[in-house]
């Protein structure tokens, strides 16, 4: 039995609209990553996560309880739950990471500052007045509710006189970059991935070789972004040897995570094929995009073989002891 298009979209959407997320965090839950980093309130140049790191690991634990539920009684129940959600919000009950998983994606984050900072790059943050960007809703092609959310996100900017911003990952500069303009009239602020502004910045070379990697490229940020070469120019500067599977580039295979949410069981299957695909080597492998970590790292049965970008180029760069230590200002 198929898991319930129609309500599963409802909730998220419902989400949205009333409550600013397709899954809703606390405002602490949200900036708990800042913690003792001191970036500035707001500028006209803002690192935007766009939430999307701190939604993963709520994501991930809700898409395996989805996955146990395909086949299940209880999936006759979800339009009823879809109107529950319209007055309590349900989705809250479905996802309970651990402490150290949000910990993880919370590092990733700090991570991403620190390596920001170091190449000399002044950027501030919007802390709770920031806005998930709508790109899960955006890929299941709601679009009535993505355009009310988009003018949402951009009076937030205007309101803060933000002329450009910084993304963390390939769905929310996807979303800025090209998504904003065209449902949004006079969305012109400048957008960069992190990736890009620091392949610009003045990073130093790491002083020592770090080893090989076999890098996993995000479908968003080949395909339509171009973020290619800069990924592998950072960890070649960080030290590593980089490899690449046959199927990368804007060629490479995608991790399953778009349609996560309503075909939990096929999107697993397709992570797991990617995952034979990256072992091939025997190497550590580094995604760039959140989705494409949680879904490899479920694959692989949350190992350590798959990591964030960000945790390889600080471990070489900021001399931080390995992706699960804690990255500390």
Same mark, same amino acid.
């Given at each position: 039995?198929? $898991? =319930?298009?129609?309500?599963?979209?409802?909730? %998220?959407?419902d989400n949205l609209l009333n409550r600013g997320s397709v899954l809703p965090l606390s405002d602490r839950t949200a900036i708990q990553w800042s913690d003792g980093?001191?970036? =500035?309130?707001?500028?006209? /140049?803002?690192?935007?996560?766009?939430?999307?790191?701190?939604?993963?690991?709520?994501?991930?634990?809700?898409?395996?309880?989805?996955?146990?539920?395909?086949?299940?009684?209880? /999936?006759?129940?979800?339009?009823?739950?879809?109107?529950?959600?319209?007055?309590?919000?349900?989705?809250?009950?479905?996802?309970? =990471?651990?402490?150290?998983?949000?910990? /993880?994606?919370?590092?990733?984050?700090?991570?991403?500052?620190?390596?920001?900072?170091?190449?000399?790059?002044?950027?501030?943050?919007?802390?709770?007045?920031?806005?998930?960007?709508?790109?899960?809703?955006?890929? &299941?092609?709601?679009?009535?509710?993505?355009?009310?959310?988009?003018?949402?996100?951009?009076?937030?900017?205007?309101?803060? +006189?933000?002329?450009?911003?910084? /993304?963390? @990952?390939?769905?929310?500069?996807?979303?800025?970059?090209?998504?904003?303009? #065209?449902?949004?009239?006079?969305?012109?602020?400048?957008?960069?991935?992190?990736?890009?502004? $620091? *392949?610009?910045? @003045?990073? #130093?070379?790491?002083?020592?070789?770090?080893?090989?990697?076999?890098?996993?490229?995000?479908?968003?940020?080949?395909?339509?972004? +171009?973020?290619?070469? &800069?990924?592998?120019?950072l960890l070649r500067r960080a030290g590593f040897t980089v490899k690449s599977p046959e199927l990368s580039g804007a060629l490479t295979h995608c991790c399953g995570?778009?349609?996560?949410? %309503?075909?939990?069981?096929?999107?697993?299957?397709?992570?797991?094929?990617?995952?034979?695909?990256?072992?091939?080597? +025997?190497?550590?492998?580094?995604?760039?995009?959140?989705?494409? %970590?949680?879904? %490899?790292? &479920?694959?692989?049965?949350?190992?350590? #073989?798959?990591?964030?970008?960000?945790?390889?180029?600080?471990? *070489?760069?900021?001399?931080?002891?390995? =992706?699960k230590e804690r990255v500390t200002a």
């Amino acid at each position: 039995m198929s $898991l =319930p298009k129609k309500a599963i979209l409802g909730i %998220l959407t419902d989400n949205l609209l009333n409550r600013g997320s397709v899954l809703p965090l606390s405002d602490r839950t949200a900036i708990q990553w800042s913690d003792g980093l001191d970036i =500035p309130r707001g500028g006209e /140049t803002v690192l935007y996560t766009g939430h999307m790191y701190q939604i993963m690991p709520y994501l991930g634990t809700m898409a395996n309880r989805m996955k146990a539920m395909e086949n299940s009684w209880i /999936t006759k129940f979800m339009n009823l739950g879809r109107f529950v959600n319209r007055f309590i919000n349900v989705s809250r009950f479905m996802a309970f =990471p651990g402490k150290n998983e949000k910990q /993880t994606y919370n590092n990733i984050l700090r991570a991403i500052a620190l390596l920001l900072r170091k190449g000399g790059v002044k950027y501030g943050y919007l802390y709770e007045d920031e806005l998930y960007s709508g790109a899960l809703i955006y890929d &299941q092609g709601v679009d009535m509710a993505l355009a009310n959310h988009a003018r949402r996100v951009r009076r937030v900017f205007e309101d803060h +006189g933000v002329r450009k911003v910084i /993304t963390v @990952d390939p769905h929310t500069t996807n979303m800025l970059r090209h998504v904003y303009p #065209e449902i949004l009239e006079d969305f012109d602020l400048e957008v960069q991935s992190y990736l890009e502004v $620091l *392949a610009d910045a @003045d990073l #130093e070379n790491a002083e020592k070789s770090n080893g090989e990697v076999m890098i996993h490229d995000s479908c968003v940020y080949a395909r339509y972004e +171009g973020v290619i070469e &800069q990924p592998r120019y950072l960890l070649r500067r960080a030290g590593f040897t980089v490899k690449s599977p046959e199927l990368s580039g804007a060629l490479t295979h995608c991790c399953g995570g778009p349609i996560e949410s %309503l075909f939990p069981s096929r999107a697993h299957e397709i992570a797991a094929k990617r995952m034979e695909q990256l072992r091939t080597m +025997g190497d550590p492998i580094a995604a760039m995009c959140p989705i494409c %970590l949680v879904n %490899l790292k &479920q694959a692989g049965k949350n190992n350590d #073989e798959v990591g964030d970008i960000a945790e390889f180029l600080a471990r *070489a760069l900021l001399e931080v002891p390995g =992706p699960k230590e804690r990255v500390t200002a």
